[in-house]
C-alpha cells in the first residue's frame, strides 16, 4: 500500500498541472462552447490538487520522520533543509489558487474578459509552481536514496 501511495502523490500533482495547462491554453480562446470543458478542468485541477494534498499529508505524518533522519544524516541535507520547507509553506499557495480556480473559471468566461484574464493569471501559477513541487519532490526522493547509499558505505 505504501508503495501505491508514493506512486499516487507525485502523480495527482502531475496530472493536475497538466490539467492546469488545459484549463490555461483552453482560456486564451475561450468561447461559451470552451465554458463547460474548462469548468470540468479546472475541477479536476482543484481535486487532483487536494488529493495530492491529503496523499502527501499522510505520508509525511506516518513516514517522512525515518526519511528525514537518513536525509539529514546524508550528504544532500539540503534536500530537507532546503526542498522540503519550501514544499511545505509554497504548497499552500498552491492549494489556495487551485481552489480559486474553478471559482474563477465559473464566472462566464465566454462573455467575461475580467474573469478570463483571472483565470489566465491563476492557472499560469500553478503550472510553475507544481512543477517547483514536482521537481523538489524528486530532489528529496534522491536525498533519501544517496543519505541510504552513504550510510551503507560508512559514511
Same mark, same amino acid.
Given at each position: 500500500? +505504501?508503495?501505491?501511495?508514493?506512486?499516487?502523490?507525485?502523480?495527482?500533482?502531475?496530472?493536475?498541472?497538466?490539467?492546469?495547462?488545459? @484549463?490555461?491554453?483552453?482560456?486564451?480562446?475561450?468561447?461559451?462552447?470552451? +465554458?463547460?470543458?474548462?469548468?470540468?478542468?479546472?475541477?479536476?485541477?482543484?481535486?487532483?490538487?487536494? %488529493?495530492?494534498?491529503?496523499?502527501?499529508?499522510?505520508?509525511?505524518?506516518?513516514?517522512?520522520?525515518?526519511?528525514?533522519?537518513?536525509?539529514?544524516?546524508?550528504?544532500?541535507?539540503?534536500?530537507?533543509?532546503?526542498?522540503?520547507? @519550501?514544499?511545505?509553506?509554497?504548497?499552500?499557495? %498552491?492549494?489556495?489558487?487551485?481552489?480559486?480556480?474553478?471559482?474563477?473559471?465559473?464566472?462566464? %468566461?465566454?462573455?467575461?474578459?475580467?474573469?478570463?484574464?483571472? @483565470?489566465?493569471?491563476?492557472?499560469?501559477?500553478?503550472?510553475?509552481?507544481?512543477?517547483?513541487? +514536482?521537481?523538489?519532490?524528486?530532489?528529496?526522493?534522491?536525498?533519501?536514496?544517496?543519505?541510504?547509499?552513504?550510510? %551503507?558505505?560508512?559514511?
Amino acid at each position: 500500500m +505504501e508503495n501505491f501511495l508514493l506512486l499516487t502523490h507525485p502523480a495527482a500533482g502531475g496530472l493536475a498541472t497538466l490539467a492546469a495547462l488545459w @484549463v490555461f491554453v483552453d482560456t486564451l480562446n475561450a468561447s461559451s462552447a470552451s +465554458e463547460a470543458r474548462i469548468k470540468n478542468a479546472s475541477l479536476i485541477c482543484a481535486g487532483l490538487i487536494w %488529493l495530492a494534498y491529503f496523499l502527501g499529508g499522510y505520508l509525511y505524518v506516518m513516514d517522512y520522520a525515518a526519511d528525514k533522519a537518513i536525509i539529514k544524516a546524508g550528504p544532500w541535507a539540503f534536500g530537507h533543509d532546503f526542498f522540503m520547507e @519550501v514544499k511545505e509553506h509554497v504548497f499552500l499557495m %498552491l492549494l489556495l489558487l487551485a481552489t480559486y480556480l474553478p471559482i474563477a473559471a465559473f464566472d462566464g %468566461l465566454g462573455s467575461n474578459k475580467a474573469a478570463r484574464k483571472i @483565470v489566465l493569471w491563476v492557472s499560469g501559477l500553478i503550472v510553475p509552481i507544481s512543477l517547483s513541487m +514536482e521537481g523538489s519532490g524528486a530532489i528529496i526522493s534522491v536525498a533519501v536514496k544517496i543519505g541510504l547509499l552513504f550510510k %551503507l558505505k560508512g559514511g
